[in-house]
């Protein structure tokens, strides 16, 4: 009734667009004809018309809306997507992609929010925007919907084991990461998915599980803990005390303890799924298992690891310099028996040795935590502790050792450049004790224990230096200064001392006379002629 009598307005008829004023006075006029007042859905009737014609009114006036771009690329089933452009009017445009009708969640002049509906088809379609006015068409390309995780079993993941994610949109993912670490997916469906948890020490703890897609990534942070143990090989076997022993099998490398019988034995290496040790001397020739425990897991016994006797010709390390050396420098380790060194683990690189030295490179080795390493010669291995920082580089250099050859317990001056970080000099595995350094001089007095001969000097700082060849010797005798102020006076008998001469027990002089040596020989004579004497037939 109300449409009738509005357009039987001659405002209206007239031609003229009329005014919200006009729309009011023209719908109360219609109200209750007969003079009655008007009912309540009425009221809500007239309110619904009047904001209809204005919304009408808006459209015609701003004209069709037109479409400058569509964002995500691509649109992602179930995902919120936004059309920009111009003349969209609020309450009063709609979104179709591929002719399905969007979930329209916001309209501005300038832009539509929509969400992208379940049924939408995928694949390149055309997003139409549609407003009284007329549509705008945009060409948009639609994508299945990100993945989403529900569950994921074990609730706690293990190294090396395999785990289930549970979800929607799997079927999308293209890479799944355990803290960053690519794993390898087994089974794949829209609504399952499994992968091999990757062996990394590194997951220990709590680690993102990341599904990613081209429409999105799903994430969850999950626990991560090591398997228990398991020896799969230990080599060699026999093996001798001192020698190095590598266990392999399912050993996470971190916090390891080995047992061999019931000695423990030093770690020196340990990386994902294999550990190396020393076999102590404490463990008895004969055969023994040998246990691997991650923490509180242990192994079940493996072996018998069968031992023998170690070889008297093992190398030994009594010390290392520098024990803190900056990440990439030299460290140099002195003992005995290190001529023939031709290894070194925890990614130290044999650079030089002779009997009683060895220059070793880090550039392998891990920065930031002490460990222990171990060299190698056919004969068995030695251990010593060390650490590589980050601490910058000095690398000394030494052009001149002054005097050379140098003296037992006499002075020694190092010169050189980049000195001024010396922490210690050796001499043939001898440290010397310093008196003086700066960045090109170092002096000391030879320490009276160096080995004498042609012996290599280093210098160690931040890192240690090449060797240098250095000649020590014993010094010198020193003349007798009270012989050198007699001068020219005459030389007496027995040295110019004047004493008489010590008696022997038969009153003669010890030492002096000129017929002392043949005291022997009369005393001898005297017996012969007293026993000839003695004899019956001698009278």
Not at 74 to 95: K, M, Y
Not at 489 to 494: K, L
């Amino acid at each position: 009734m109300f449409a009738e009598d509005v357009s039987d307005d001659p405002v209206v008829a007239g031609g003229r667009r009329p005014r919200g004023r006009d729309i009011g006075r023209r719908v109360r006029a219609t109200d209750g004809i007969d003079g009655s007042v008007p009912t309540e859905v009425e009221s809500d009737r007239e309110r619904i018309m009047t904001l209809t014609l204005l919304t009408l009114t808006v459209a015609q006036l701003l004209g069709a809306p037109s479409i400058s771009d569509v964002q995500p690329t691509p649109l992602a089933v179930g995902g919120v997507a936004e059309v920009n452009g111009a003349d969209f009017v609020v309450d009063a445009t709609s979104v179709t992609i591929g002719g399905v009708a969007q979930q329209v969640v916001n309209v501005q002049p300038v832009k539509v929010r929509f969400i992208v509906v379940a049924d939408t088809p995928l694949g390149t379609q055309t997003l139409v925007a549609t407003t009284a006015a007329g549509s705008a068409e945009a060409s948009v390309e639609v994508a299945p919907p990100a993945p989403k995780i529900t569950a994921v079993t074990p609730e706690v993941l293990t190294l090396g084991a395999l785990a289930t994610v549970q979800g929607e949109a799997l079927d999308a993912v293209t890479g799944v990461t355990l803290g960053g670490i690519a794993a390898t997916v087994h089974e794949q469906t829209p609504f399952v998915l499994s992968f091999d948890v990757p062996f990394d020490a590194s997951l220990l703890g709590d680690a993102v599980l990341s599904l990613d897609s081209p429409q999105g990534s799903a994430t969850r942070l999950i626990a991560v803990q090591p398997p228990t143990p398991d020896i799969d090989s230990i080599g060699p076997n026999p093996a001798r005390q001192g020698d190095l022993v590598t266990i392999r099998g399912n050993i996470v490398p971190v916090n390891v303890k080995v047992k061999i019988g019931l000695v423990g034995a030093t770690l020196v290496e340990a990386r994902a799924m294999a550990v190396t040790v020393i076999v102590p001397d404490a463990v008895t020739e004969g055969p023994h298992d040998v246990t691997v425990a991650v923490g509180q897991l242990t192994s079940a016994p493996a072996g018998p690891l069968y031992i023998q006797a170690g070889d008297p010709g093992r190398p030994q390390v009594v010390g290392v310099y520098p024990v803190n050396v900056a990440q990439g420098g030299a460290v140099w380790i002195v003992g005995n028996r290190l001529d023939d060194v031709d290894a070194a683990t925890q990614g130290l690189e044999v650079l030089w040795c002779d009997k009683r030295a060895c220059r070793l490179g880090t550039s392998g080795a891990a920065v930031g935590t002490p460990f222990t390493a171990a060299v190698t010669n056919p004969a068995g291995s030695a251990i010593f502790t060390m650490q590589v920082t980050d601490d910058a580089l000095i690398v000394p250099k030494i052009t001149e050792a002054v005097p050379n050859p140098a003296f037992r317990g006499q002075p020694l001056t190092i010169h050189g450049s980049d000195l001024g970080g010396t922490r210690t000099v050796v001499i043939g595995g001898r440290t010397q004790s310093i008196a003086f350094f700066d960045t090109t001089t170092v002096s000391f007095d030879v320490h009276p224990d160096t080995p004498m001969g042609a012996q290599q000097l280093f210098i160690a700082g931040s890192g240690g230096s090449e060797p240098f060849t250095v000649t020590v010797l014993d010094p010198f005798p020193v003349a007798d200064e009270d012989a050198d102020a007699a001068g020219d006076a005459d030389v007496e008998p027995n040295g110019g001392d004047t004493s008489p001469p010590p008696k022997t027990k038969d009153g003669c002089a010890a030492g002096g006379g000129p017929l002392s040596g043949l005291a022997p020989l009369v005393a001898l004579a005297l017996l012969l002629v007293m026993r000839r004497r003695a004899r019956p037939d001698a009278a």
